[in-house]
């Protein structure tokens, strides 16, 4: 029998152990993990220099005495010492990054350090049962609707998800479902499709009813903003039983998931059935401004708490000559205007889209959907340090858009009549890495034009916090200053939540604030209330073969960059239960089954 080259067999390891790394929790123990790794590296050391040979050894040998307990002050000083004095000395770069490896660890989590020395106990943050569920802003059960699914009750599904997540449906379309990133599934083959598993059950449900409210409290909430963050306070505010009224500037609910996302990813039917529903029992007026169609100050006088929950709406600007020439817009601008009815015309047009983000991909596919003749997407790093996902780029490209990279926009040109005629670029070349990101410099060549007649900015958004100044609510860096659970220190009665404190972020974050604020909103007022089910989880035996992930299917670029209908294919039952039947269910074994599973309440 041929054994396998030893080459080949290390190849083989690295990957096995990179998929390990990839799927295990990061919030497991940072000083167990530091140790792990610094032994990992002192493997690979050639032995050439002392640094590295007896080096990180030494490095090794103090984490892992800290690490099981044993350590004190002394060997604490001591592995810092030495990892400066490594990292001032090592011939290559396995030392000097195995060593400031260690540098960081101690400044990022020195309180997890003091904690092994002083206390002799890992910091409680730690001891995480179930990742899926851990990874999940809103804490959703996702083990618990996953078993549900998997045996066919999708309306038991969809109940369980909306104890944490009022909007189920359009986060089964557009979440970027971080709780897969470290599904222990990907331990065996691939992790799970969380996020088409919640959209399975959303399309299959046949009833969707929500709780009875608890019994009403006469207490008043106003809330300001009508996106993800204000419909989660609202939702669970009123089944708290308190009287809950949102006031939206714009004429519908929804916010960025409305007006910032294209209805091709989330059709706007879909959204308005699930505000719908969620809001019975709230008051909603629509097309009110707070700050202009009335004041704050009337708003906190005639409620007992405001929560403000208005998103990053605003745009931001290039800061370049001609880009006040008509042709130019915000990607906010264009995606709102196409979510209400009032899309440009682009037939015929080249548009050039600046920006690496995911709105930005929604603004070039818009773009395309609008006949648009040609779409460049403009950025001025790489493609590979796009923040936008993965499959938004390569959507994009599949409908025809173009990545021009490293290219970064000094100026709009026009024409005799103003109008715009190109965006005038710098080449770019790729440099140094800060803050684990790439840095772009000017190269070493002229600047060149690219011929357009859009120019569409998608770098960022801001907050409109104009409203609020008469309250003299603390702001830092254009957004509200408030604790995890909404809390404004120094103004009570006022809470606030999602972008508006975060700054641009996604859904499901935002309805993660929205949730804790309706906890902390609940106590202030004087209560307790829980939200809660009483559901049975069925017992299932986890598929043990090997199973590759089953991922969603999309229509063919051909068909759907010529509308907006949806372009996600829903799993089909088949693909479901394959799915489904791939989860561990974690919460039923190891650290799971000894935490009792899931959290039947908050």
């Known amino acids: 029998m041929l054994q396998a080259h030893p080459h080949a067999a290390t190849e083989h390891l690295v990957e096995d152990v990179s998929a390990q790394l990839a ?33 990180l050894r030494a490095l090794f040998d103090l984490l892992d005495a800290i690490s099981s307990f044993k350590a004190t002050e002394r060997e604490h000083a001591l592995l810092r010492a030495t990892a400066q004095l490594v990292v001032e000395t090592a011939d290559c770069a396995i030392g000097v990054q195995a060593a400031q490896l260690v540098l960081d660890g101690l400044h990022t989590f020195a309180a997890d350090f003091t904690s092994h020395i002083e206390q002799k106990v890992c910091c409680d943050s730690f001891q995480v049962a179930v990742p899926c569920v851990a990874e999940c802003p809103a804490q959703v059960d996702v083990p618990g609707y996953i ?34 990133a470290h599904c222990r599934r990907g331990l065996q083959d691939d992790a799970l499709n969380i996020r088409g598993l919640k959209r399975y059950a ?27 963050a204000g419909l989660t306070a609202a939702h669970y505010l009123r089944l708290m039983g308190h009287s809950v009224t949102i006031f939206e500037r714009h004429e519908h609910l929804g916010g960025m998931l409305r007006y910032g996302i294209p209805s091709y990813r989330l059709p706007q039917e879909e ?47 290039l800061g370049i000559p001609g880009e006040d020439a008509p042709g130019v817009m915000s990607a906010i601008e264009l995606l709102r205007r196409n979510a209400s009815g009032d899309s440009p015309d682009f037939s015929g047009k080249r548009v050039a889209v600046v920006g690496g983000g995911n709105v930005a991909m929604d603004a070039a596919r818009t773009a395309v959907r ?82 357009c007649d859009i120019v569409i900015v998608a770098i960022g958004q801001s907050i409109d916090l104009s409203a609020f100044e008469s309250a003299a609510l603390p702001s830092k860096w254009g957004a509200l200053i408030a604790d995890g659970h909404g809390i404004i220190k120094g103004h009570a009665g006022i ?64 068909d759907r960059r010529s509308d907006f209908k949806a372009l996600e294919i829903t799993l089909s039952t088949e693909e479901a239960y394959q799915e489904s039947s791939r989860c561990l269910r974690c919460d039923k074994h190891g650290l799971g089954s000894f935490e009792g599973g899931r959290n039947l309440s908050w």
């Open 202 to 228: 959303t399309v299959h449900a046949t009833t969707d009813e929500l709780p009875p409210a608890a019994e009403p409290t006469g207490k008043t909430v106003g809330i300001v903003g009508g996106g993800p």
């Open 23 to 55: 799927a295990g929790m990061p919030n497991s123990c940072p000083v167990e993990f530091l140790a792990s790794a610094t032994r990992m590296l002192l493997s690979r050391s050639c032995g050439k220099c002392v640094p590295c040979r007896v080096g």
């Open 495 to 558: 809470f606030a939540g999602g972008e508006c404190v975060t700054g641009p972020s996604s859904a499901i974050k935002a309805i993660a604030a929205g949730k804790a604020a309706a906890a902390a909103i609940d106590g202030y007022l004087g209560y307790k209330h829980r939200i809660s089910t009483s559901l049975e989880i069925p017992d299932t035996i986890p598929l043990e073969q090997s199973t590759a992930r089953v991922s969603a299917r999309e229509r063919s670029s051909s």
């Open 147 to 180: 078993a549900l699914i998997s045996v066919g009750r999708y309306d038991d599904a969809v109940q369980l998800i909306r104890k944490d997540n009022p909007l189920p449906v359009a986060c089964g379309l557009i979440c970027e479902h971080p709780c897969e």
């Open 271 to 317: 959204l308005d059935r699930e505000t719908s529903l969620i809001t019975t029992g709230i008051t909603v007026k629509t097309g009110v401004a707070v700050g202009a169609d009335i004041d704050f100050k009337e708003l906190r006088e005639r409620f007992d708490v405001v929560y403000i929950a208005n998103g990053a709406q605003l745009d931001k600007r």
């Open 370 to 451: 609008l006949g648009a003749r040609a779409v460049d997407i403009v950025y001025r790093r790489r493609q590979a340090d796009m923040t936008a996902l993965p499959v938004e780029i390569e959507g994009a490209i599949a409908e025809g858009c173009f990545l021009a990279e490293l290219y970064a926009p000094i100026a709009v040109e026009t024409d005799a009549q103003g109008a715009v005629s190109g965006l005038k670029v710098a080449p770019q070349i790729i440099g140094a890495i800060k803050d684990r990101r790439a840095q772009p410099r000017n190269a070493d060549t002229q600047p060149v034009t690219l011929h």
